[in-house]
């Protein structure tokens, strides 16, 4: 009877739990009868347990609570079907007191239901508790098993403890316990977590060496993940091919996990091939696969491509998810379309698609990108009112809107208000509160917050490591981050091509090339492909320091033109063509084909453009952007701010007048900052008179003097010696609210 009643129980509930006060009339029409007729009280635990199972917890632990006024105690069965669902919904702190409940009542756990506590302690980050629970299990006699084990491991790992890890597994060999290829799996993802991708491989080889474990696709699938994660896809693609010369089979995780990594890493057209391909291996793109190729899509702005690949879902007979809502919407965002946004919004909505917890952070990020603070805030409330209060996403990207508005007092709150609420910070809360204060430059309090998240037992990413050495290099504290590498390293992470960007940019900034130069060369060695971002910084600041000769070298392996050849179109090239061995290097490791298409060529031949104006070479600039226009360029706001503002600083009025001129022409509106160069050239040729003219038209197109403008006039006045009119633009600048920079003699 105990089957056809657990069924006939299952069956009540799927007919009448649509709301909780039905639920619950369920439970007290139950044990009105009970009281009423008498039956066997096994059906009080076969309800705890039908409702545990179908995920209605409230429920099951009123029946928890309920059945000692009873009489009746809870079986073992139905507390470890309890606890079991309540670490699976993310309720692992209610399932540390629904255990210390259990022992109150006289139940004795097996070996199941501690591996479940075991697992709950981990979950809440308390890997420490957990390892002493695990050893008082073995005072009651209980001889924890592999499962067990593994979720300590797992516990570790997901802390970024690979070290814990480690030590779990050398005390399972002391005490003769066999680790499966579950353990090596779960420690083979914490270093791939780590970039420890050397280390993952080799545990690969030595799981391969061991006869009693059978390596399979879940291991591969792990290890080319990690290199995935990496960006190092030629890895991925190298253990992908040795999986399946092992004859294991391709399967979707492997193809949706180098799918992933060609789409976060910008190769969208080889993301392609591999999604158009899984039909060869008799796989069928699934949800997962297309939501993955279209968020390449969106990160990539090719919003059309995205709405094709979403009509094809259709197509394919699969619905578009709330995850595809989530990714279009993120796309739309991302490339500012925010009108768009707030559209799909509410068709999401209106078509009876339930937003979650993604859906309201996308909609938080919206308004923060649109400025709109007041409706982020709005939002906020909302969410918190919806139940997310124990959505650490949530809270992320609030303290993330508000780190980015500068509102670091207001980030600050929320994150106290995150704690009060119960919702733990993870990695992610503090690095970017610490990020937030890298920004302004207060590394002094990114590094305190870095070590009130190391009292919690959590580790620093390399994301954080990356995000403090670039707040050194901007509060000028470079001495201090050779220090910051060096505990970087001791702590297990290895530079990513992020860390290798921001060290080259750092230096560059410090005018120390030497040192960005052998950064750029280990980046090579270590296998990193240098994309055009640090390209660019290389090319920058060799235009800066005077060594034309090599930027140009460089900078022509990056574009489809001959740069070198267009600089000497003037007599007035730089006389000193020597070209360093460290430019010739880097120009000889460049693959022009992948970084052509990795930066508009606009922005290159802007980046040759500011270098040759930076370095005083403004003629050389002119005869560039001549050629350059000659062959289909089209210059934007940057290019005639740059060239205006050189050769005002020059002293060569007129040509920026005329380049003001020739702007307007292309339809292009100057703006605060060219007027602003303008007028300065004007002050230092001591024509104050129609650097005044100008500063008064502001007004009429549309444009309001800021505090450079201001500054620039008055102390254009002081050098004449009037500084009657410099006092009157004082006071002029404090009755508009605007600070001055700039004192009076």
């Known amino acids: 009877m105990y089957t056809e009643t657990t069924s006939l129980l299952r069956h009540l509930l799927a007919l009448h739990c649509t709301n909780s006060s039905r639920a619950f009339s369920i439970w007290n029409d139950v044990v009105s009868t009970y009281k009423e007729f008498g039956f066997s009280p096994l059906v009080f635990d076969m309800l705890l347990s039908a409702f545990a199972e179908k995920g209605l917890i409230k429920h099951a632990l009123h029946v928890f609570d309920e059945m000692p006024r009873l009489g009746r105690t809870p079986s073992l069965r139905s507390c470890n079907c309890l606890l079991a669902k309540l670490v699976k919904t993310d309720e692992a702190r209610t399932a540390i007191m629904v255990y210390e409940q259990i022992r109150k009542m006289g139940i004795v756990p097996d070996v199941y239901m501690c591996s479940i506590v075991v697992n709950a302690h981990c979950q809440v980050r308390r890997v420490d508790d957990a390892m002493v629970f695990l050893e008082n299990m073995r005072n009651m006699g209980l001889e924890p098993n592999v499962v067990t084990y593994n979720a300590l491991i797992k516990g570790y790992v997901c802390q970024g403890d690979v070290e814990g ?6 005390l399972m060999s002391k005490r003769g316990v066999t680790r499966n290829v579950v353990s ?12 420890r991708m050397d280390e993952a491989e080799r545990l690969l080889r030595e799981v391969e060496e061991d006869g009693l474990l059978v390596v399979d696709e879940q291991v591969y699938g792990v290890l080319v993940d990690g290199y995935c994660q990496m960006g190092r896809m030629d890895d991925a693609v190298r253990i992908r091919d040795e999986m399946l010369r092992a004859g294991l089979k391709m399967n979707m995780v492997v193809c949706n996990s180098l799918v992933n990594g060609y789409c976060k890493h910008g190769q969208i057209c080889k993301a392609e091939q591999v999604f158009r391909g899984m039909r060869n291996w008799k ?14 899509y969106c990160r990539e702005g090719k919003m059309s491509k995205a709405f094709m690949l979403c009509e094809e879902m259709l197509r394919e007979g699969i619905n578009p998810s709330v995850v595809t809502y989530n990714t279009v919407l993120k796309g739309l965002v991302h490339a500012g379309s925010f009108d768009d946004a707030l559209h799909l919004w509410q068709l999401m909505v209106d078509r009876g698609v339930a937003p979650n917890k993604v859906s309201y952070c996308t909609l938080l990020d919206c308004f923060f990108k649109m400025g709109d603070s007041d409706r982020a805030m709005m939002l906020w409330k909302e969410i918190l009112g919806r139940g997310f209060t124990k959505s650490t996403i949530a809270f992320n990207t609030m303290i993330s809107g508000l780190c980015k508005m500068e509102k670091m007092v207001e980030a600050e709150a929320v994150f106290d208000r995150m704690k009060e609420l119960g919702c733990l910070p993870d990695e992610i809360t503090y690095r970017t509160l610490s990020d937030g204060y890298c920004k302004i430059g207060n590394v002094h309090e990114a590094f305190r917050i870095k070590d009130v998240m190391e009292r919690q037992a959590i580790s620093p990413s390399i994301e954080m490591y990356n995000s403090l050495i670039n707040g050194l290099f901007k509060s000028r504290k470079s001495n201090d981050v050779t220090d910051l590498l060096v505990e970087m390293q001791t702590r297990g992470l290895s530079p990513n091509v992020v860390t290798y960007g921001t060290l080259i940019s750092g230096w560059c900034n410090e005018e120390k090339l030497d040192k960005a130069f052998n950064l750029y060369f280990e980046m090579m060695e270590r296998g990193f492909t240098p994309n055009s971002v640090v390209c660019s910084k290389i090319v920058s600041s060799l235009y800066k320091d005077d060594r034309i000769n090599e930027a140009t070298v460089i900078l022509d392996k990056m574009v489809d033109l001959d740069l070198l050849t267009v600089h000497k179109c003037s007599d007035k090239f730089v006389k000193n063509d020597v070209v360093s061995l460290e430019a010739q290097k880097i120009a000889d490791s460049l693959d022009k084909s992948v970084l052509c298409n990795s930066l508009p060529n606009n922005i290159v031949y802007n980046i040759a453009i500011a270098g040759l104006c930076k370095s005083g070479k403004v003629d050389e600039a002119k005869t560039v952007l001549s050629v350059l226009l000659s062959r289909g360029f089209l210059p934007d706001n940057f290019t005639y701010c740059t060239l205006i503002h050189a050769c005002s600083a020059a002293g060569n009025v007129d040509d920026a007048f005329n380049l003001r001129n020739e702007m307007l022409e292309r339809g292009l509106i100057p703006n605060i900052t060219t007027y602003n160069a303008l007028i300065n050239g004007l002050c230092k040729l001591g024509n104050m008179d129609r650097a005044q003219r100008l500063f008064h038209k502001l007004h009429q197109k549309g444009l309001v003097p800021n505090v450079v403008t201001y500054n620039i006039l008055i102390s254009g006045y ?12 004082t006071e002029k600048m404090i009755e508009e609210g605007i600070s001055s920079a700039c004192t009076l003699p």
């Open 184 to 195: 090596s799996t779960l420690l083979m993802r914490g270093y791939c977590k780590q970039c």
């Open 165 to 170: 890890a480690e030590r779990v597994l050398g």
């Open 718 to 729: 002081c050098r004449i010696g009037d500084l009657d009119k410099a006092s009157k633009l």
């Open 283 to 296: 796989l069928r793109p699934d949800c997962y696969s297309y939501n993955t190729l279209l968020d390449g």
